[in-house]
Nanobody, 125 residues
Framework: QVQLVESGGGLVQAGGSLRLSCVGS????????MGWFRQAPGKEREFVAA????????????LYADSVKGRFTISRDNAKNTVYLQMNGLKPEDTAVYYC??????????????WGQGTQVTVSS
């Protein structure tokens, strides 16, 4: 079974940076996309960013939520089977549990097949 494990969350001051990591294991051929979602207390889980997962010689296609565009960068390291979310210029409203997910399509909807347990990101003012 596919397993996704997030790490890198923590407490950071507004304007600071964090880099989240998601290490995958047991991925299937149908899981071509890795994405990040987040959920703040009392709110619905929302899409953050996604990137295509492929071993072909090409750059991964990316998709970002408007709320993080220009501040967050998603990237991948196929050799390490890891996807990263570099978060710069963090704001208190970015505070949430961040989840890693895998699925077949590059999409902002919630149609992803596997989910990690989440890592807490707290941004103080």
């Amino acid at each position: 079974q596919v397993q996704l494990v997030e790490s890198g969350g923590g407490l950071v001051q507004a304007g600071g940076s964090l880099r989240l990591s998601c290490v995958g294991s047991g991925r299937t051929f149908s899981d071509l996309v890795m994405g990040w979602f987040r959920q703040a207390p009392g709110k619905e889980r929302e899409f953050v960013a996604a990137i295509t997962w492929s071993f072909v010689w090409s750059l991964g296609r990316t998709l970002y939520a408007d709320s993080v565009k220009g501040r967050f960068t998603i990237s991948r390291d196929n050799a390490k089977n890891t996807v990263y979310l570099q978060m710069n210029g963090l704001k208190p409203e970015d505070t949430a549990v961040y989840y890693c997910a895998s699925g077949p399509n590059l999409t902002p909807d919630h149609a992803y097949d596997y989910w990690g347990q989440g890592t807490q990101v707290t941004v103080s003012s």
